[in-house]
């Protein structure tokens, strides 16, 4: 089991907007979850930007294609950990900010626990170092909200056909990852949200609007 995360990070959650987050392991999803979230927000007249790491940026693209890519092999585990970092801190930088900046909701499909759960406890690198060089790359934004999609490995590795890189790994990996994930969770339950993944999709969709509702008060409509 790798260390505890450091304690001296308390975090800064953006002033205008809300930033909500969906992490979780493979076939959760999220995806479908963060979609529906931001159309229902978008319903209800709210300004919404749905976005994800790795690579919803130009630079953010290469690092998805070089992380993932079977092609790519072996990575250093510390290789693999920085050019994720380099995604998250472009899309911090060029993306979230900005749209919090102008009152969005700001919805990513997977942020700075995913790194701490699969280069952390995935690949057994020092959770506290990790965290340490996360939060600085992101200037420690915090969401407003993670919603953590549970699901058991084994049942979401099973529904895809072809597997990256990382879908790749073991499955002893990718349980790792999931222990991580509720652990992280069970921290700060005040931001996170843990369900079932494998509930109704309309059923998840309903809990998550309800846990999101108290938090548009700084976010703009129109």
């Known amino acids: 089991m790798t260390s505890a995360p450091i304690e001296r990070w308390p975090g800064q959650y953006a002033p205008a907007g809300a930033f909500i ?7 959760g999803g999220k995806s479908t979850q963060s979609r529906l979230l931001r159309d229902r927000l978008e319903a209800d007249g709210y300004r919404a930007l749905l976005t994800f790491e790795p ?53 990513t499909d997977r942020y700075v626990d995913s790194t701490l759960a699969y280069q952390g406890a995935g690949r057994a690198l020092d959770a506290g170092e990790l ?24 049942a979401g590795l099973a529904r895809f056909e072809g597997r990256d890189r990382i879908e790749g790994e073991s499955l002893d990996f990718h349980q790792r990852v ?45």
């Open 55 to 107: 690579g919803d940026t130009p630079v953010g693209k290469e690092m998805r294609r070089i992380v993932l890519s079977p092609e790519t092999g072996e990575l250093a585990h510390k290789t693999e950990f920085l050019l994720y970092l380099a995604d998250k801190s472009e899309h911090i930088e060029t993306l979230v900010q900005p749209a919090l900046a102008r009152g969005e909701v700001v919805i």
């Open 21 to 27: 987050c969906f992490e979780g392991g493979e076939g």
């Open 131 to 154: 965290e340490e060089v996360a939060r600085w790359a992101t200037g420690d934004l915090r969401p407003h909200l993670t919603v953590v999609l549970d699901l058991e490995p084994s």
């Open 178 to 222: 999931r222990a991580s994930f509720l652990e992280l969770a069970a921290r700060d339950p005040e931001h996170y949200l843990v369900l079932d993944a494998r509930a109704p999709i309309e059923e998840i969709a309903a809990a998550i609007a309800e846990r999101v509702a108290p938090l548009l008060g700084q976010a703009t409509r129109g």
